[in-house]
């Protein structure tokens, strides 16, 4: 999910197991502006799902 920072400190009243992580000097485009922590974020997310053999990599 991408949000403006100031939303952080809000986001665990509506989700439950949350990790916030901020993308400094990025806008709309994260994956982009800052392509390594997007990536290094992505690969965390999905790695315990490919452990589990519930996604192929």
Known sequence: MVCPAEWGDKLGD???NLK???APKA???VHYEQAELSNQEMI???APLVAAGAWKA
């Open 27 to 29: 806008g709309h485009f």
């Open 20 to 22: 916030f992580t901020t």
């Open 44 to 46: 965390a997310f999905f």
């Open 14 to 16: 509506y989700f439950s």
